[in-house]
């Protein structure tokens, strides 16, 4: 939509990854104009270093989600629904376990996961961790993991090949997405504009369309 607004604009491919992977390419000398995050952590990185023009201003929020596959087959409502049942908290349990993906701790998707799993006393421990949510998404997906914290976008995204199982208290500790034009940007007033459009009023609708909450 901002292309068609602005056909005098033309763009790069966007490269997405995890938050933290992209501030810490950023920060080693890779170039872009405009940065999103999925958290103020990742963008903290990035200012730190010196490498805004300006401040990075919030655009979207969004929430962890439990993925699993259409019609939830083994049940799963809750975060301590993940757990191995032969652990401690569920003794004498005969349901197979769930095999589990979450993100790596240092990404903005992990970060977010152990914050709920702490404050819900549930000690999960992921068949694996991924370096972003999608890869965490894929997994769910293909059958290769039968649960995945992602974001409830992401979901959304997936259009009906998962389902989504809400986590309690999840809405209360939304991850904050802010964005912010690079000091070192060739195309300084193009930037701008992009980054004012995303935190417009029709952003808000578009990213409303997909799932976002609002800043």
Do not use: W
């Amino acid at each position: 939509e901002f292309s068609n607004r602005h056909p005098e604009v033309s763009f790069a491919p966007v490269v997405y990854d995890g938050s933290s992977i992209l501030a810490t390419q950023l920060v080693a000398g890779a170039p872009a104009d405009v940065f999103a995050a999925a958290d103020e952590r990742s963008m903290e990185v990035v200012a730190d270093a010196g490498l805004l023009d300006g401040s990075a201003e919030p655009f979207a929020t969004n929430e962890l989600v439990i993925a699993v596959a259409p019609g939830n087959p083994l049940g799963i409502e809750s975060l301590a629904d993940l757990v191995d049942p032969e652990a401690p908290e569920e003794p004498g349990s005969d349901r197979e376990a769930p095999v589990v993906v979450a993100c790596a701790a240092e990404v903005p998707c992990g970060a977010a996961a152990r914050t709920l799993l702490d404050l819900a006393r549930v000690d999960l421990h992921p068949a694996s961790e991924e370096q972003n949510v999608t890869a965490v998404l894929s997994k769910v997906r293909a059958g290769e993991a039968d649960a995945g914290l992602v974001y409830r976008t992401d979901v959304l995204a997936a259009g009906g090949e998962v389902e989504r199982v809400a986590i309690e208290g999840a809405d209360e500790h939304p991850n904050t997405y802010p964005i912010a034009v690079l000091r070192d940007t060739a195309a300084p007033e193009a930037a701008r504009a992009f980054s004012d459009f995303v935190r417009s009023s029709r952003g808000a609708e578009i990213l409303a369309d997909h799932g976002f909450g609002a800043p």
